[in-house]
């Protein structure tokens, strides 16, 4: 049943993508968020899809937590949920990811038009300077900037490097960084077919402000609460 539901959901997906994408090359002349508004309806299309196809729903812990002004989030990264949800969950954003997504037929090319922070991973600190000034740039713009510290998805249980760039961009911008934990990756595996059903839970703590922080001190108290809260969340 669990592979009937999850084929299904996958097929919906390949059906609307292209349908959804072709039609949103059309907001191009629109303003950033404006466009944003339009296709993030994408994510909050796939994310009923798989409530209905999967029974796969979420809750939010923290929610008040979300601050007014733009801010970055720094997330942890476990499955291709939360690349939907945080759009649904969060104010409009826009994403730090590696250039090559942009490169993806139909996915990627909605994606291009959402403003992504398309960095090439190998730059290093010339990719710096480039989250740096465009990530002031989004800001300005008010848009809350979504950055994945791990860098990649891993799989529960398992912990990766906390990489320097949020906290880089927190301190150099002076923002407020909201650090975001959740057990997505338990029913929607990395690089998973199958989506068991079940109800996944993502809390939001409190926000830090990054003024008069080390990036480095920053990155710590970051992955002390993402990495405390994720042994929690199953008691929650």
């Known amino acids: 049943m669990i592979y009937l539901r999850s084929l299904i959901y996958t ?90 997504l942009l490169w993806i037929p139909f996915f990627g090319w909605g994606l291009a038009l959402t403003s992504p922070i398309a960095i090439n991973r190998a730059a290093g600190r010339e990719a710096l300077k480039q989250l740096v000034s465009q990530g002031k740039e989004r800001l300005k713009q008010r848009f809350f900037v979504v950055i994945f510290p791990e860098g990649t998805r891993l799989a529960p249980g398992t912990r990766g490097k906390y990489h320097i760039g949020g906290a880089w961009l927190a301190t150099h911008t002076k923002s407020t960084v909201v650090p975001v934990a959740h057990n997505a990756g338990e029913y929607w595996p990395k690089n998973s077919f199958l989506k068991r059903p079940g109800t996944i839970t993502l809390s939001i703590g409190n926000p830090i402000d990054a003024a008069g922080l080390k990036p480095d001190q920053l990155n710590q108290l970051v992955e002390n609460w993402i990495e405390q809260e994720m042994l929690l969340l199953d008691s929650r």
């Open 11 to 100: 097929l919906g997906m390949w059906i609307f993508t292209p349908i959804f994408t072709t039609s949103i090359l059309l907001t191009f002349p629109l303003p950033r968020r404006t466009r944003y508004i339009i296709i993030s309806g994408w994510a909050r299309s796939m994310l009923w899809w798989l409530r209905i196809t999967c029974g796969l729903s979420y809750r939010v812990i923290g929610r008040e937590n979300i601050p007014i002004t733009p801010s970055i989030i720094l997330c942890k990264h476990q499955s291709a949920w939360e690349t939907l949800a945080l759009q649904q969950i969060f104010p409009p954003q826009v994403w730090v990811l590696k250039r090559e």
